[in-house]
């Protein structure tokens, strides 16, 4: 698909790698028309899929709202802290949007969907205690204000839930579907935690941990309405397939914006990877393309021996340099691609064209 | 149930409260009576249990290494430091044990038990990070060689594994039983968490706390049992009941153990409790005997202000002085013999023997 590669986040000139000069206004006219082609001119956005789902989501909501409580006071409190902290919702979008792509008939999903949200958010808690995280969403993290204990222990609380609704609604296909995604996530994390500091991670090995701790839960979040649904088993691996591949696109673009916005739009620091030591594609890519002494730099980066301001400087002028952040975001269109081609065989609908938008906000975020 | 009150862990001669005084001789024969019946004079141990589930023991152990794998080497390495690092196997040995006592014919119970032990070395990994504990069962814990972070991930990944057991078994009552128990268990341990450091804490809301976080995982480990043998719903109360009263006796006593033993024995530290500012039940009786002096003293020690070796030197002073060790395991032994009730109505056999001893032993730990 080279005609998706080539367009970045503005300023081309210093690129060392010609090998895609020239084509990014093609580029952008094809993603036009393959991605965009249902919102005309104006700029891609979660709206259309948003306003979808408005209904079922209210449901979903109170059903979030209705399992996070407990006696103990705590665990609202910090559950509510981090589930009311605006986030998107875009896993259980994904499932109720989904629903409307198979016009699904019932309300199960919607519970499913909660139970989506629980899982997601309790690894949100144990990831910020992983990675001492301060900000989450452009506030202060739950364990910045309750602690590691209490983030660690609300989150096993939330996961039990999610399987506790699950369990509820009954169906073993779909807690087979996100028993497996929760083990797959975890396996993804640790082998991040194993790579972290690790400079020498190859584009596949991230592949896989990203795929493992982002795409898996967007797949099952899919996956699971076409369960729901009663659908065959083709309509299963699409919504997986339109799922993991929105994922990676959609943390592949995270990785580049760390290192070109500020912590106002992205709700976290810049450069906050960086400084914690993670290998994400557009370093693995600028290690790949850099000079011995370039390397050098790298490294001592990556072990937290050089991470000052000065250095992220750097670090960023590299990336531009190389070019770095233009081709991490060109793989993201790529997965992109993949999950607009995964639903393409569904007829036309409302519910197809704000599947199709959502990749194309995911990309657009970048620019 | 006074005939089982007081007796204690030896010196009684300073003891305040004399309303048990002399009763111990006569207490001891109505626990050997009641309790130890069916093994003579020897010590209560676990051997007849150990002995009765062997062979099913191999096979849960099988499935324990098997399912712990991952191509995360991290995963098995940690996983393995704590699950090979020779716990009892308290948990699963009692869903063997039960099935032996329903004469339960089939192997599901197997895989089951295995994942049981999932869910409790999970919440060990996890207590571990919350208590910043430095040992377990007399080495060093996961978080003190792999980090907290890894100890939190590797304990989400085999709380998912745990599930996906569960759903390959495929019965959805004990997957309700077991994420309720996962959901309860969450909830007792931010309780005990937000109860931390304050001494105000009732006997009526400790042994909520310790209901949560330690029985409700024994009496799910039984019951299931109960469960995949079929058996009728008074069955799975009586078996939850044995585990749950169980699970607290085993708890008080460790409480009562905590400030009598020593690293060697128990595996951890003497006084790990009151360092942490643990509030258990020999400290609440403490409080609710002690002058304003020793209420004084037990408010600046809870908080975290009097905890050095001379301070559990006075602590221990006080607890004995009030007898509380003692009427700590007095309270041992009422949920002892509630379990011994609620196995009462099954015919004798080897299986109720040894579930019997195994609560004999329970108490006898503190001896």
């Given at each position: 698909?080279?005609?998706?590669?080539?367009?970045?986040?503005?300023?081309?000139?210093?690129?060392?790698?010609?090998?895609?000069?020239?084509?990014?206004?093609?580029?952008?006219?094809?993603?036009?028309?393959?991605?965009?082609?249902?919102?005309?001119?104006?700029?891609?956005?979660?709206?259309?899929?948003?306003?979808?789902?408005?209904?079922?989501?209210?449901?979903?909501?109170?059903?979030?709202?209705?399992?996070?409580?407990?006696?103990?006071?705590?665990?609202?409190?910090?559950?509510?802290?981090?589930?009311?902290?605006?986030?998107?919702?875009?896993?259980?979008?994904?499932?109720?949007?989904c629903?409307?792509l198979l016009d699904?008939?019932?309300?199960?999903?919607?519970?499913?969907?909660?139970?989506?949200?629980?899982?997601?958010?309790?690894?949100?808690?144990?990831?910020?205690?992983?990675?001492?995280?301060?900000?989450?969403?452009?506030?202060?993290?739950?364990?910045?204000?309750?602690?590691?204990?209490?983030?660690?222990?609300?989150?096993?609380?939330?996961?039990?839930?999610?399987?506790?609704?699950?369990?509820?609604?009954?169906?073993?296909?779909?807690?087979?579907?996100?028993?497996?995604?929760?083990?797959?996530?975890?396996?993804?994390?640790?082998?991040?935690?194993?790579?972290?500091?690790?400079?020498?991670?190859?584009?596949?090995?991230?592949?896989?941990?990203?795929?493992?701790?982002?795409?898996?839960?967007?797949?099952?979040?899919?996956?699971?309405?076409?369960?729901?649904?009663?659908r065959?088993?083709?309509t299963?691996?699409a919504l997986?397939?339109y799922?993991?591949?929105?994922?990676?696109?959609?943390?592949?673009?995270?990785?580049?914006?760390?290192?070109?916005?500020?912590?106002?739009?992205?709700?976290?620091?810049?450069?906050?990877?960086?400084?914690?030591?993670?290998?994400?594609?557009?370093?693995?890519?600028?290690?790949?393309?850099?000079?011995?002494?370039?390397?050098?730099?790298?490294?001592?980066?990556?072990?937290?021996?050089?991470?000052?301001?000065?250095?992220?400087?750097?670090?960023?002028?590299?990336?531009?340099?190389?070019?770095?952040?233009?081709?991490?975001?060109?793989?993201?269109?790529?997965?992109?691609?993949?999950?607009?081609?995964a639903i393409g065989g569904f007829r036309a609908s409302?519910a197809k064209a704000?599947l199709t938008?959502?990749?194309?906000?995911?990309?657009?975020?970048?620019?």
């Amino acid at each position: 698909m080279p005609g998706t590669l080539g367009t970045g986040e503005g300023a081309l000139a210093s690129r060392k790698s010609l090998q895609n000069g020239g084509r990014t206004a093609k580029a952008r006219r094809i993603m036009t028309a393959e991605i965009h082609q249902l919102h005309g001119d104006r700029p891609p956005s979660l709206d259309p899929m948003m306003a979808l789902v408005a209904a079922d989501m209210n449901e979903v909501n109170s059903v979030i709202l209705d399992r996070m409580q407990s006696e103990v006071p705590l665990i609202p409190e910090l559950a509510g802290h981090l589930i009311a902290g605006g986030g998107k919702r875009m896993r259980p979008m994904l499932t109720l949007a989904c629903g409307k792509l198979l016009d699904y008939p019932g309300r199960r999903h919607c519970k499913l969907a909660a139970a989506v949200e629980f899982i997601h958010t309790a690894t949100l808690l144990h990831d910020d205690v992983v990675d001492k995280s301060d900000l989450r969403r452009g506030r202060k993290t739950a364990n910045l204000i309750w602690g590691n204990s209490a983030s660690v222990l609300v989150g096993d609380f939330l996961f039990s839930r999610a399987f506790e609704v699950m369990v509820e609604d009954g169906s073993l296909k779909v807690l087979k579907i996100l028993s497996r995604a929760s083990a797959v996530i975890a396996e993804g994390e640790v082998n991040q935690l194993s790579a972290q500091r690790r400079i020498e991670t190859s584009e596949d090995q991230y592949l896989a941990i990203i795929n493992a701790k982002t795409a898996e839960l967007f797949a099952a979040a899919c996956k699971i309405a076409a369960v729901v649904a009663e659908r065959d088993e083709a309509t299963e691996a699409a919504l997986d397939a339109y799922g993991r591949n929105l994922g990676i696109a959609f943390q592949l673009v995270d990785d580049a914006i760390d290192y070109v916005s500020d912590a106002e739009t992205m709700g976290k620091g810049v450069g906050d990877d960086f400084r914690d030591g993670k290998v994400t594609l557009p370093v693995i890519l600028a290690y790949a393309r850099g000079s011995a002494e370039e390397r050098e730099f790298w490294k001592l980066a990556i072990t937290g021996h050089r991470t000052s301001d000065e250095d992220l400087a750097h670090a960023t002028r590299l990336l531009r340099q190389h070019g770095t952040i233009d081709d991490t975001l060109a793989r993201a269109r790529h997965y992109g691609q993949r999950a607009v081609d995964a639903i393409g065989g569904f007829r036309a609908s409302q519910a197809k064209a704000a599947l199709t938008e959502a990749i194309a906000f995911a990309i657009a975020r970048a620019y």
